[in-house]
């Protein structure tokens, strides 16, 4: 009995051995053996946004209107309120005279108007002189009678919100007069007229 326990013991082991060294390659490369392939797909978060501050507005210079060396128009700053007097709206070759409170709205006449716009620019006739303020000076009836920096004209596209003058008719009518909105020599051109008084 012992000598098949061995002989048993033998076999088995020879037949572990081959199926160790034959089988195992056998078995892995089978044709029925299958080998899944698993893709996984990963999506990367987006960095993260963030929202562009604007850069501060850099406040313009006004060009200087008319000719002869005049000062610059200047935007009423809040120390100065907002003119309050007439608004009229002018178009192209339309004008009007400074007599008194309400200022007289025509078409171009060059023997009785005091102030007209043409295409691009604002002009004072028959004697009307305009002075551009500048921010410190307060538009009164004092300052209208002290300034002396006269020009003849103003071209429309140097006008800024709030550019104030004092204008003075040939007969001597005294107002401020502020331009609501930026010159355009393409659009009406509006103006609000305070009168003051007389020289």
């Known amino acids: ?36 392939t698993v893709y996984v ?5 987006p960095p993260p946004t963030t929202t562009p501050t604007a850069a501060p507005a850099v406040p313009s210079t006004a060009a200087t209107p008319g000719t002869g060396g005049a000062p610059s128009p200047s935007a009423a700053p809040s120390s100065h309120p907002a003119v309050d007097g007439t608004l009229i709206t002018l178009s192209q070759d ?24 043409d295409f691009d620019e604002f002009w004072a006739i028959n004697g009307s002189r305009i002075v551009a303020l500048k921010p410190e000076e307060p538009g009164t009836l004092a300052t209208c009678r002290s300034v002396t920096r006269f020009i003849g004209g103003i071209d429309l596209e140097t006008l800024e919100a709030g550019s104030r003058f004092c204008f003075e008719s040939g007969k001597g009518g005294l107002a401020l007069v502020e331009f609501p909105k930026d010159g355009d020599p393409y659009d009406f051109l509006e103006l609000t007229i305070q009168f003051l008084g007389n020289r």
């Not at 797909?41 to 978060?45: C, G, Y």
């Open 1 to 36: 009995m012992g000598e098949w326990a061995a002989l048993i013991s033998a076999v088995a082991a020879v037949a572990g051995v081959a199926l160790g060294f034959l089988g195992l390659p056998a078995l892995v490369k089978s044709p029925t053996a299958r080998t899944e």
């Open 41 to 45: 797909t990963v999506t990367p978060s």
């Open 94 to 117: 339309y004008g009007f005279r400074l007599r008194g409170p309400a200022p007289a709205v025509e078409r171009y006449d060059a023997d009785t108007l005091d102030f007209y716009r």
